[in-house]
């Protein structure tokens, strides 16, 4: 029994080997990497209706915790940031020399409930976990929730 079993099995392996490759594969997608030219590390996407929104980290920048939108998951533009300055203090404002480099809000996650948009990251600077939410994703505002 397992050799008839085992002999078939082998037949219908060797069987599709030999059919063209385009019968067995996805259509070829004509997008190319990188799919953005910018560093946007540590992404979250999400899917509400036809459209994805995805978060990035950003480690010094304000604006920060941009929002990315899609049709496609290749084409993207930046729709929104979840804040203009997370704080006031000399290191996020770049005054007295000082500077937030390589800390600022981290690894972002996004999610969509009843028809609310949130987002939660860490603040390494701050030492403090945010979540902020919107029922506006393109145009806000966002606030604390």
């Given at each position: 029994?397992?050799k008839r079993?085992f002999?078939?099995?082998f037949?219908?392996?060797?069987l ?8 067995i594969?996805?259509?070829e997608?004509t ?5 953005i ?6 992404v ?8 994805y ?7 010094h920048?304000n604006?920060?915790v941009p929002?990315?939108k899609?049709?496609?998951l290749v084409?993207?533009?930046?729709v929104n940031?979840?804040?203009d300055?997370?704080?006031?203090g ?12 390589g ?13 609310k948009?949130?987002v939660?990251?860490?603040s ?5 976990t ?11 505002p966002?606030?604390?929730?």
């Amino acid at each position: 029994m397992y050799k008839r079993l085992f002999a078939f099995v082998f037949a219908f392996t060797l069987l599709l080997g030999i059919l063209p490759a385009a019968s067995i594969h996805a259509e070829e997608s004509t997008a190319k990497n990188p799919i953005i030219w910018a560093d946007v590390p540590d992404v979250d996407v999400i899917r509400v209706g036809d459209s994805y929104y995805m978060t990035s980290t950003t480690m010094h920048m304000n604006p920060g915790v941009p929002i990315m939108k899609s049709k496609d998951l290749v084409n993207w533009e930046i729709v929104n940031y979840v804040y203009d300055i997370l704080a006031s203090g000399d290191k996020q404002t770049l005054s007295n020399g000082q500077n937030i480099y390589g800390q600022g809000s981290w690894a972002s996650s996004i999610r969509y409930h009843n028809g609310k948009f949130y987002v939660v990251f860490a603040s390494n600077d701050i030492g403090k976990t945010y979540i902020f939410q919107t029922t506006d994703i393109e145009k806000g505002p966002w606030g604390e929730a």
